[in-house]
C-alpha cells in the first residue's frame, strides 16, 4: 500500500520526539521522560496506520491513522522518568502532549 512521504516523516517525527537525548528533543519530554521509543516505533506506526487505512477502506494512511494509533504502540515504549511519577505525569499525558504539538 503506498503511503505519502509526509505522513511516513510525521512518524518518524512523533517517534523521534519521544527521545528525551535527541539534540533536537522536545522540552516537555526531556523534563518527564527517563527512555523515549526507538527506530521499530515509526515503523509500527507505519504499518500500523496501513492496516487501519485498509480496514477501512482507504488507499492509503493519513496522519491522522498515525495520531490514533499512536498511544497504543508508544505506551509500552516510553520510560517516564521519578520525576514523571512523584508529579502523576502519565505516559498517555505526555503521549497526547506530543501528538497535540508536533508539527504536521
Same mark, same amino acid.
Given at each position: 500500500?503506498? =503511503? ?24 516537555y519530554? $526531556? ?11 515509526? /515503523?509500527?506506526?507505519? @504499518?500500523?496506520? $496501513?492496516?487501519?487505512? @485498509?480496514l ?9 491513522? %498515525? /495520531?490514533?494509533?499512536?498511544?497504543? %504502540?508508544?505506551? #509500552?515504549?516510553? @520510560? ?8 502523576? *505525569? $502519565? =505516559?498517555?499525558?505526555? %503521549?497526547? #502532549? @506530543? *501528538?497535540?504539538? *508536533?508539527?504536521?
Amino acid at each position: 500500500m503506498p =503511503i505519502s512521504d509526509n505522513v511516513v516523516n510525521y512518524a518518524v517525527k512523533l517517534s523521534a520526539s519521544t527521545r528525551p537525548n535527541e539534540e533536537a528533543g522536545n522540552e516537555y519530554v $526531556k523534563k518527564w521522560v527517563e527512555w523515549g521509543a526507538g527506530p521499530r516505533a515509526s /515503523q509500527c506506526l507505519v @504499518l500500523g496506520a $496501513k492496516a487501519k487505512a @485498509l480496514l477501512d477502506g482507504r488507499p492509503t494512511p493519513t496522519i491522522e491513522d %498515525i /495520531q490514533s494509533l499512536a498511544p497504543d %504502540i508508544l505506551r #509500552h515504549r516510553i @520510560l517516564p522518568n521519578f520525576n514523571a511519577e512523584a508529579e502523576g *505525569i $502519565k =505516559i498517555d499525558d505526555i %503521549i497526547d #502532549h @506530543l *501528538i497535540k504539538n *508536533i508539527e504536521v
